[in-house]
């Protein structure tokens, strides 16, 4: 069983920072790319930064400038540091990590179940 656990939101005013952190737990083998995704009210799920293990970065254009993801692959942890908020940054945040299991050799999508992120005008 593999577990992802968001950290890190709450609510800001704009301008604000806030770093969001996801630990990935259980038999893990590998993790391939990790990101994170968002979805604000009465709208569909968005990407907004991917990161594979060897490093290459994605970003939303909506993000980009503003918002940079890292990862530690020695502690199966993302990062997503989020400055210069906005309002409509405001959404779920969901973190997402492709990982081979212990019983697989292929990497399997996994979700963490969201952290909130409200910025104020």
């Known amino acids: 069983q593999v577990q992802l656990v968001e950290s890190g939101g709450g609510l800001v005013q704009a301008g604000g920072s806030l770093r969001l952190s996801c630990a990935v737990s259980?038999?893990?083998?590998?993790?391939?790319?990790m990101g994170w995704y968002r979805q604000a009210a009465g709208k569909q799920r968005e990407l907004v930064a991917t990161?594979?293990?060897?490093?290459?970065?994605r970003y939303a254009d909506s993000v980009k400038g503003r918002f940079t993801i890292s990862r530690d692959n020695a502690k199966n942890t993302v990062y997503l540091q989020m400055n210069s908020l906005k309002p409509e940054d405001t959404a779920v945040y969901y973190c997402?990590?492709?990982?081979?299991?212990?019983?697989?050799?292929?990497?399997?999508?996994?979700w963490g179940k969201g952290t909130l992120v409200t910025v104020s005008s």
């Open positions: 990161i594979t293990r060897g490093g290459a970065l």
């Open positions: 259980g038999s893990i083998r590998s993790i391939n790319t």
């Open positions: 997402n990590a492709d990982v081979i299991t212990e019983r697989t050799t292929w990497g399997v999508s996994y």
